[in-house]
């Protein structure tokens, strides 16, 4: 084989190699956040709040899975497992600590060295739409 065939050769799956991990990249970072319907919730008011006013609230519970499947389950999993893209949910700790956590990652997102890992949910969904997200996320705790 010549020098000029290898190369080529080599160019060519390099090439198809590089086509096929795009793709995966790709779905990974390119999302459009789908509205979440939150009319059914009590009203929190406008300023962000540092707990999660609908623990237990089965409404909230129901928002909060459809909203997730939406809008999260694409990169954080199918029922919070995760597949290593993102964070296991299932992990995130229960009550204030974990409620601060997950609203700060939610509202503001989380960058590294240029790169953005999750978007900024809270100005497009919005706060009763991220404690809902939270509600379900609580229903699938585990320490395990």
């Known amino acids: 084989m010549s020098k000029l065939t290898s190369r080529l050769a080599l160019a060519a799956t390099a090439m198809a190699f590089a086509g096929l991990t795009t793709t995966q990249l790709m779905a990974h970072g390119d999302v459009t956040p789908q509205a979440v319907d939150t009319s059914a919730l009590p009203d929190i008011g406008e300023e962000w709040l540092g707990e999660n006013p609908y623990t237990g609230n089965a409404k909230a519970i129901e928002i909060g899975a459809s909203a997730y499947n939406q ?45 953005v890992y999750m978007p900024p949910f809270g100005e497009v969904l919005g706060q009763k739409a991220g404690w809902a997200i939270r509600s379900w996320v609580e229903t699938k705790y585990t320490d395990e």
């Open 71 to 115: 809008n999260c389950a694409r990169c954080h999993g199918l029922e919070g497992i995760s597949g290593g893209i993102a964070p296991d949910l299932r992990y995130l700790e229960l009550g204030p600590s974990g409620d601060e956590w997950f609203i700060e990652r939610y509202r503001n997102g989380s960058s590294h060295d240029g790169k």
